[in-house]
């Protein structure tokens, strides 16, 4: 009789089943059966708790000694290949240099959050330590770059590797910077399968739930979720239903991978909306989505940022309109990328701009429908349409639609969202005005005194007849000053700084401002004492041109004894400045449109076209 086949041992037959999961799983499978990864037994010491690890050749090296469940090995493959996939051994991705260990560990952490998100089976317990990760969970480098801020945090977080907590599950790692190591295969050769896995599982699932597709991807005229979710607003709903006319929807695994957008976002300038097929959004979700997507257009959120953080802002604009969308019960909100809070619900994007700024930390971590760190609003709506901007094209949609949506009786509207839409018409005020009843708050206007004393002999041809007159005695203009510090940095142009100071003169001699106190400042104070309004608005010396410093010349007004002490002090400046500017008067400052302070102000701010 022959001699009876040696049977497979247990942890080999769960490792077979685990690759069996993979083998079959929509994602993964088509990466082993195309022969992109191959899986080697290797000989650990004995009660090695390392279970596998990968080459960036795709040699998955697994422990034939470890003992563990099929779903958990088919875990562990798919943490393996994900770190080929994303480019996390790719040379053209990771910086020569780089700290391997620590860069192992970013990898691993950002590998499970990408698990965890897809609900991938098998993940172990210890996944639930990523809430406590204090930085980023962009993307693996902002992972590495707080790790290596917080190196005493690294040990708490070796747990995410596979092959033990002292082990670098990415093998070899030291030799991707080789000359010889990708010479059988393009150094992002893991990354294109990825991508091409990707969007066929993608049209596998719209193949299956009845959705022709094309081998090139979705067709632009198939009726998907989302085209029906976008026809519903323009049939059904008209307080959006222009926008909805206007913004195309566009559905592409592939772009939204590449454009790293988990859920959607809008391209205001291109007029398209970018809905991820892979996030597995219902028809209820799809309606809240692009309802978010068309208020943020409408309302104009890019053009309103001005000198904002832009993801910051973002953020913001998420929370008002997702409050307003809840009260509107139109769809529901996703389970992942929406925000919402109670608490903020009748704040203004602006207002909850601000408490955002005071925690940072916490703000930055917020995740809007793209992504973490990722805004959803892309463009700035001021392409041309026809005769008119996008912008303005938008908030006509918009009013319109507010007008037949409420005439028609088609549902409630919050008075917040309305009032705002209605604001929209109302023309901005210009800066000139805002700055103009700045003036007012400081500068009443001088009472004029009566006199029949007699006028001057060049004044009249009958000096001698009394006549009334109204003329501005001396004390009432006494003390009547206010200080103007100006960036005279390489950075302030000559166009911008007249601009301003024309402005200036032309208020102070309307509110009878006999002198003003001028300061010019770069890395140094100049000052150029008191000057008339004529004076300014004609040719001054503009000293300077050098770095930027303005402490030392807001200090130079504040202890100047013939400034006076209730004297208000106007900044004018381009935003590029110290970060730590203390200005204990009253104050504003006067900088360009589109520019920003580094700090939040406690006087009022003037932008300036």
Known sequence: MGKKSKQPSI?????????????????????????????????????????????????????????REPHEWAYIFAHLMLHLCLGQANPDHVSKGVDIRIWNVACDIFVTKFLHDVKFPGEPDIVVRLDDFKGSLRNEKTIYEYLCE??????????????????????????????????????????????????????????????????????ENVDTEAKRAALWFINSYPLL????????????ALFCMRNEISIAAIDIDAGEIYVNPAAGLKPDELKFVLAHEYLHAGLGHARRRTGRDPE???????????????????????????????????MSAEEIYDELVRN????????????????????????????????????????????????????????????????????????????????????????????????????ASTPDIPRPRYYLSESATDGRTFGVVIDTSGSMSAHDIGIALGAIASYADAKDVPKMRVVFCDAEAYDAGY?????????????????????????????????????????????????????KRSHAFLIPKGKRLPFRPKGKVFYYD
Request: hydrophobic share 35%; glycine share 10%; with cysteine.
């Open 150 to 219: 917080h190196r005493e945090e690294i040990d708490q977080y070796t747990c995410f590797s596979v092959f033990g907590a002292d082990k670098c599950d990415i093998d070899e790692l030291d030799t991707i910077w080789d000359e010889f190591t990708y010479r059988w295969q393009s150094r992002d050769h893991f990354e294109k399968s990825f991508s091409r896995a990707l969007q066929g599982s993608v049209r596998k699932v719209l193949r299956t739930a009845g959705t022709p597709s094309s081998d090139e991807g979705p067709a």
């Open 360 to 459: 940072l930390r916490v703000s930055r971590k917020l995740q809007t429908l793209r992504g973490y760190g990722k805004g959803d609003i892309i463009g700035k709506g001021d392409v041309m349409v026809g005769t008119v901007t996008l912008d303005e094209y938008c908030k006509s949609a918009l009013m319109q639609g507010l007008e037949y949506h409420l005439t028609s009786s088609r549902g409630r509207i919050p008075a917040g969202l309305i009032e705002e839409i209605r604001a929209l018409a109302m023309p901005p005020i210009p800066w000139d005005v805002e700055l103009a009843k700045w003036f007012d708050d400081y500068f009443a206007p001088v009472e004029k005194v009566r006199t029949y004393a007699r006028p001057s002999r060049r004044q």
């Open 531 to 583: 000057l008339s309004p004529e004076d300014v608005a004609g040719r001054v010396e503009v000293k300077g041109r050098g770095g930027t410093v303005l402490q030392p010349g807001v200090d130079l007004l504040e202890t100047s004894k013939t400034f006076p002490k209730d004297g208000p002090i106007l900044i004018i400046t381009d935003g590029e400045i110290e970060n730590d500017l203390v200005v």
């Open 11 to 67: 942890v080999e037959q769960n490792v077979m089943a685990g690759r069996e999961i993979i083998e079959n799983h929509a994602l993964f499978g088509p990466l082993v059966n195309g022969r992109d990864f191959y899986f080697r037994p290797i000989e650990c010491a004995k009660g090695f708790p390392g279970a596998a690890c990968v080459t960036p050749h795709g040699n998955i090296k697994y422990n034939k000694t470890a003992h």
């Open 312 to 346: 910051l802002w973002n953020v913001a604009c998420d929370f008002v309109i997702n409050s307003w969308l809840t009260e509107m019960h139109i769809g529901t909100q996703p389970q992942n990328g929406t925000l919402y809070d109670e608490s903020l619900a009748g």
């Open 241 to 252: 239903g222009g926008l909805a006319a206007h913004f195309k929807v566009k559905e592409d």
